[in-house]
Nanobody, 132 residues
């Protein structure tokens, strides 16, 4: 069973940086997964911000974060941790941030940025608040 757990959220002034982490367990090693960071503000649609595939394929970003956010992964034996480095934060980046995943055999990873319904597993979320 796949489990995801986010950490690293907090409050920051505009222009600052935060790094979010997503600890992933249960990902099968014989299948490639798409891992995506998705954010949501109450009352608004979920927005995929960054995605990668576990086989080290290309990364993709939403236009709203391109050049400021970087997604990466660290693999240590059977443990995977996914990161979202967020630089030059803006007040509009304030949201609950989730990591989510699906198998890449179902859909290309970049499609997950605009189709949150693709994801079968979500973490509990971590709040990011950016003040002006």
């Amino acid at each position: 069973q796949v489990q995801l757990a986010e950490s690293g959220g907090g409050s920051m002034q505009a222009g600052g940086s935060l790094r979010l982490a997503c600890a992933a367990s249960g990902l099968s090693t014989d299948r490639t997964h798409c891992l995506t960071w998705v954010r949501q503000v109450p009352g608004l649609e979920r927005e995929g911000v960054a995605t990668l595939s576990t086989d080290g394929g290309p990364t993709f970003y939403a236009d709203s974060v391109k050049g400021r956010f970087t997604i990466s992964q660290f693999v240590d034996n059977d443990k995977r941790t996914f990161f979202l480095q967020m630089n030059n934060l803006k007040p509009e980046d304030s949201a609950m941030y989730y990591c989510a995943t699906y198998e890449r055999s179902r859909h290309p990873c970049y499609e997950g940025l605009t189709n949150p319904e693709y994801f079968h597993t979500w973490g509990q979320g971590t709040q990011v608040t950016v003040s002006s």
